[in-house]
């Protein structure tokens, strides 16, 4: 039976190459599971992480207007939020899915939570992909398309690594081993209260 991180890496690498066939930042997404679903959460968690991904690179454009640069930082900023509000919306997921699980007199907390994991693992499709187009690049040369085969071997490696730790992971909260809390991020640089340049624009 196919495990939870497994599957989510199938869906998180279908996602980024339906991106792909559009390849731009304002094209819609192209979600094919039923909106509740976790499948559907976690395929939108992977677009919004693609087109966050795009932005990085058109900013860093040295030729870029300043005008546009600004426009993209706040955009960039925007995505940021919505990826971590996604972020622990799949942690609440997986909260209640364990709820009834009575953790064991010797549990433990893992240093990160489910949620922020398949988010790593999310980003490492995004870098498969990429590095992969970089080892088939007919521009490049062949020491840059090496170089590229050497690191994409390397993601290949860390993808088989955190997918097996993340199901390892929820094996373990599902036989009370381990236990997990979901932390709000509290992002004080948003939040027009904590933010002090934000509240003295307020007096």
């Known amino acids: ?45 992977n677009h919004i992480d693609a087109v966050q991904w795009h932005l990085e690179d058109i900013i860093r454009d040295p030729a870029i207007d300043p005008v546009e640069a600004l426009a993209l930082k706040r955009r960039i900023d925007a995505s940021n939020q919505h990826r971590t509000d996604m972020v622990e919306e799949l942690d609440s997921y997986f909260r209640d899915l364990y709820a009834g699980v009575n953790a064991l007199p010797e549990a433990t907390i893992n240093t990160e939570s489910p949620a922020w994991a398949l988010d790593r693992l999310s980003i490492l499709a995004l870098k498969i992909f990429h590095m992969k187009a970089e080892t088939l690049r007919a521009d490049a040369s062949d020491a840059h398309r090496a170089r ?46 904590t933010n002090p340049v934000l509240y003295a624009a307020k007096k």
Request: with cysteine.
């Open 1 to 45: 039976m196919e495990k939870f991180a497994q599957k989510a890496y199938g869906i998180f690498a279908a996602a980024t190459d339906r991106y792909h066939v559009a390849d731009h930042v304002d094209a819609p997404e192209q979600n094919p599971y039923a909106p509740g679903s976790i499948e559907h959460t976690l395929f939108a968690k």
């Open 148 to 193: 590229c085969a050497a690191k994409l071997a390397v993601l290949d490696e860390q993808r088989a690594d955190l997918t097996s730790a993340i199901d390892t992971l929820l094996d373990d909260i599902a036989a009370g081993r381990k236990y997990m809390k979901v932390y709000r991020q509290m992002k004080m640089y948003n939040d027009t209260d």
